[in-house]
């Protein structure tokens, strides 16, 4: 294939480290935010002007017909990919791909609030392929937007894992650590799209008490106030904040399932809490 | 004005409390991400379909012209917002309209990760307006992006605000409390887009460097690797991994910037900050 050469800077502030690359090499990221229309207006620009489009199909659940809608805005085909094609060979593939062509690779939420597409951004930059990054909404984000809890007061967030891929001390401790700071904790719960499980907000909950018995440090209560979020920006999405013992048994409907274990609340944040999570008297 | 009733859930789980609105009542908030293109594709359909479009002006700087190029996609006039127009009686103003029209508020990032929107939205939930929220990428979420350090590794985030303000305390102390726990801090620099003020990373650093003299407490010192980042997303972005000694001479350009202060590095968060951060060796 004949190619045009092009330079471009690696980091403005060093004009003379100029990089030669190949005008139709390229790797984008694009986030499409939580419900595919998170897609945006730049990203929407990068999408159309790829030679590939692909989807990240195995780390979240978009809304049915997600992909449809995105590939027609588009007009463009948009190929669905699996683990398997983004890791170890897959990853060599898709690099390879890249050095001879603009590929973009679609990610619900943000590309980079999970760590697994990082390694992807590395070797391409290693390869000398341009990378570019275009952001969107991510849970993380929107939790304030939806709830009202304040940002500043997240603490260090968590996953809660199925149980028999190991213990979910770090999940307990980062609660236990936030809650002594008065911070929130934000809860994400284990996703495993290919195999089809997702945690639910109740099995998460579970887990949580299933560890204060075991240990026994104080975190985790009946009483305490706890805040499920299902589907968070989906035209059915459910937010419910009440006591943990009530929640345990609320049923949230399908996944994807987030949990959210407030510290000391602001009078604003309670306003807001019962306004926009359906909290009854707390 | 005669008025088309119409009635929708108060949250989905409670299909009996039905709310009756008129059909022309609406308040959006809409997140256009860092540079304005982050307009969602949902936001640009719910800018499209409002009466009047706002746009916040006070709380962040955006790329010069963003605000004419967003207003041609729209197709529509967007009216610049100062303080005073969101707050006390101008924010009784916008909800009087929101009672009568569909009122759209373009917000840069994500409408509620400062905290100065949620007072709007919870005093129009009050007045029976219904809220729509269209969320877009923030600096919290994209910090991870561009620098590649984890997510899950940020503690409190926290505001250096200018010193003629108060002190800065509760930085500092963040900063603290984030490194004994191994975290990540991102500190947000104060900006005052109304006076023309916005605080560098090096005003900011020598905030931080004045506080370590009064208080001693050994959590701020020369050589430890602090990371900048100026116009985030920008055309010209800056990102730029070093010792707080070079940092705090380093010329960044225009606000506006933010200062992340690293906690313990993987060597893959060591790696992207020398691939994506312009980090010498550390």
Redesign the interface.
């Known amino acids: 294939m004949t190619s045009l050469k092009s330079s471009f800077n690696?980091?403005?502030?060093?004009g003379d480290i100029k990089i030669e690359v190949d005008l139709f090499m390229c790797l984008t990221?694009i986030?499409i935010?939580?419900?595919g229309?998170?897609?945006?207006?730049?990203g929407?620009k990068e999408a159309q002007n790829a030679d590939f489009i692909f989807m990240d199909s195995y780390t979240s659940i978009l809304p049915n017909g997600a992909l449809n809608t995105l590939s027609s805005?588009i007009g463009k085909n948009i190929q669905p990919l699996k683990r398997a094609d983004l890791e170890g060979r897959g990853l060599v593939k898709i690099i390879e791909l890249a050095k001879r062509s603009k590929v973009a690779l679609l990610v619900a939420g943000?590309?980079?609030?999970?760590?697994t597409h990082?390694?992807l951004?590395?070797e391409a930059?290693?390869a000398g392929i341009p990378v570019k990054?275009i952001?969107?909404?991510?849970i993380?984000?929107?939790i304030?937007?939806?709830t009202?809890l304040?940002?500043?007061?997240?603490?260090?967030?968590?996953?809660i894992v199925f149980p028999d891929k190991g213990p979910n001390n770090a999940a307990y401790e980062a609660v236990r650590?936030n809650k002594s700071?008065g911070?929130h904790t934000l809860l994400y719960l284990d996703l495993e799209v290919e195999i089809s499980r997702a945690m639910t907000i109740n099995e998460g909950i579970k887990i949580l008490l299933e560890l204060e018995s075991k240990r026994g440090e104080g975190v985790i209560n009946s009483d305490m106030l706890v805040i499920g979020i299902a589907r968070a920006?989906w035209k059915?999405?459910?937010?419910?904040a009440s006591k943990l013992s009530k929640i345990l048994h609320y049923?949230f409907g399908p996944p994807p399932h987030v949990l959210i274990i407030p510290g000391s609340l602001h009078f604003?944040e309670l306003?807001?809490l019962r306004?926009?999570a359906?909290m009854e008297d707390y």
Not at 10 to 14: A, H, P, Y
Not at 110 to 115: G, L, N, S, V
Not at 150 to 159: E, L, P, Q
């Open positions: 690696l980091n403005s502030k060093q990221f986030g935010g939580l419900t229309m998170g897609l945006t207006i730049e929407l805005l943000d590309p980079f609030i999970a760590t990082i390694s951004k590395i930059a290693k990054y952001p969107s909404a991510s993380q984000t929107v304030s937007g939806l009202g304040s940002n500043y007061k997240f603490g260090k967030s968590a996953t650590d700071r911070l920006c059915d999405s459910i937010i419910k049923d604003i306003e807001a306004l926009f359906d």
